[in-house]
T-cell receptor, first 112, second 112 residues
Framework: AQKITQTQPGMFVQEKEAVTLDCTYD???????LFWYKQPSSGEMIFLIY??????QNATEGRYSLNFQKARKSANLVISASQLGDSAMYFC?????????FGTGTRLTIIP | EAGVAQSPRYKIIEKRQSVAFWCNPI?????LYWYQQILGQGPKLLIQ????????DSQLPKDRFSAERLKGVDSTLKIQPAKLEDSAVYLC??????????FGPGTRLTVT
């Protein structure tokens, strides 16, 4: 069975600072994918970034980067230069065995 | 490209009543997913369709929930009869052969 753990229920960060959201995972499948989604108060899930288990380099998408440490089974999301619009729930998810499994999420609040 | 469409956006019903949700995936996406997201938790997969066939419905409470995807396009999720614990956001997502899933805006169900 696959499992995603997000240990930070909530975080407060000053605007323009960088923030790291933690995610650890567990799977016995050698081939898997790791995702981060953003969920604003409006409710939709917005795809942010993807990392494949065989990718050699850490994924980056604009201000988002994924710090992938395979041996430690961690896939932390780093947001550089945070903005007020980054305030939302953030979910880490793992794709394996044709199924996407989500963590419990981290509520990020950006302080002006 | 149009996104995943869902309706209604909000629904309030009394327990033991029935309710149906509709989802129209992104054109050309063969795989369709229904998730249940209870407040404060990550989305949980209820059912996954590949075209009009069911791939995974292991977490669907089949005594009260049913879903269909006629003609491999639109899908309907039904709850009959509803219970208080069914109050949640119901998310529909679709994907092409890549891993990335695109989510709709969700239907927020309140059972009183």
């Amino acid at each position: 069975a696959q499992k995603i753990t997000q240990t930070q229920p909530g975080m407060f960060v000053q605007e323009k600072e960088a923030v790291t959201l933690d995610c650890t995972y567990d799977t016995s499948d050698p081939s898997y994918g790791l995702f981060w989604y953003k969920q604003p108060s409006s409710g939709e899930m917005i795809f942010l970034i993807y990392q494949g288990s065989y990718d050699q380099q850490n994924a980056t998408e604009g201000r988002y980067s994924l710090n992938f440490q395979k041996a430690r089974k961690s896939a932390n999301l780093v947001i550089s230069a945070s903005q007020l619009g980054d305030s939302a729930m953030y979910f880490c998810a793992m794709f394996g065995n044709e199924k996407l499994t989500f963590g419990t999420g981290t509520r990020l609040t950006i302080i002006p | 490209e149009a996104g995943v469409a869902q309706s209604p956006r909000y629904k309030i019903i009394e327990k033991r009543q029935s309710v149906a949700f509709w989802c129209n995936p992104i054109s050309g996406h063969a795989t369709l997913y229904w998730y249940q997201q209870i407040l404060g938790q990550g989305p949980k997969l209820l059912i996954q369709f590949q075209n009009n066939g069911v791939v995974d419905d292991s977490q669907l409470p089949k005594d009260r929930f049913s879903a269909e995807r006629l003609k491999g396009v639109d899908s309907t999720l039904k709850i009959q009869p509803a219970k208080l614990e069914d109050s949640a956001v119901y998310l529909c997502a679709s994907s092409s052969p890549t891993y990335e899933q695109y989510f709709g805006p969700g239907t927020r169900l309140t059972v009183t």
